[in-house]
DNA sequence: GAGCAGATTAGACAAAGTCCAAAGATTGAA
DNA sequence: TTCAATCTTTGGACTTTGTCTAATCTGCTC
């Protein structure tokens, strides 16, 4: 696994590489995304970007994580029904999804394995595996 | 695995015996869930009680699978991010989502295994585990 | 019958996400 | 430098999924 600098010139530097153009929106919200905080809602990376004054509209918000998604600089985790969250670990990984507070965690893929899954149907080629572990806090451990 | 029997007197017991009325409404629905499709959209399932004449509302409906999940006669599966599928079949199982078509299949749980999952925080317990192998046709099976 | 609890309903509402047409920004050739 | 083509951003309309509420309906029991 190759560690990623995702300073400024890194990510204008990547996003030219993938053929966009490195605008001030598309760069704050690469920030956002590859900064310290997984797992956000579009709605939470609108928020984030505009935090300290307005720089960009939810139209350009969705715009860009549907391209950076496209491009495979970001995944979607589909985990909530009520909204996707984007994710900058494009590493394979699995999620431990607390179904009481919504926390998301990573459960990196190497220590983990699944056997048994059946043949797939001839023509069919398997994209990805999803293991999701929902967890709450058990009735011991509350009041 | 028991067999469990879905016509008309059985599904008036399932719901005496959980304590709620067997109202007209609750039956059609029943009727939809429990009959031979599996994984449908509360839209869906609105539309087919509904085909031959107009009998149950759109509240209804959400109000009965919520009714139907919480009494766990019906679970939701989280795999297509426009909206939750219902699934008639409780027992342990996963399943193989073709990404393209939306269509879904089940995986049986018995012949498949996973190793290596992390320890869980103390105090916090497992729900469940949902695997869900996300497939598309593969390049060489389109013309 | 009256009274009561629970169920159903239309339609208002909210949130996530897409779409569009107008305006703004970049680019690169002349 | 200028100009036009292209790409990007944007407000706001729109769609869809799902929830909520107040009014009505249904089915009991007395
Ligand atoms: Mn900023
Ligand atoms: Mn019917
Ligand atoms: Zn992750
Ligand atoms: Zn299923």
Redesign the pocket.
Known sequence: MEAISYDRPSVIALLRKHG??P????LEIAQVLFGRCHHL???QVLAKVNESQ???????V???L?LFRDLGLIREVIVD????LYDPNTEPHHHLYNVDTGEITDIDAGALSVSGLPELPTGMVTEGVDIIVRVRASEASLG
């Not at 307005?54 to 350009?60: D, G, M, N, Q, Y």
């Not at 029904?81 to 996707?84: F, H, I």
């Open positions: 966009i153009a605008t001030h929106q598309r809602s579009a709605d307005a720089e960009t509209s939810k139209a350009t969705y715009n860009t549907n029904p009520k909204r996707v």
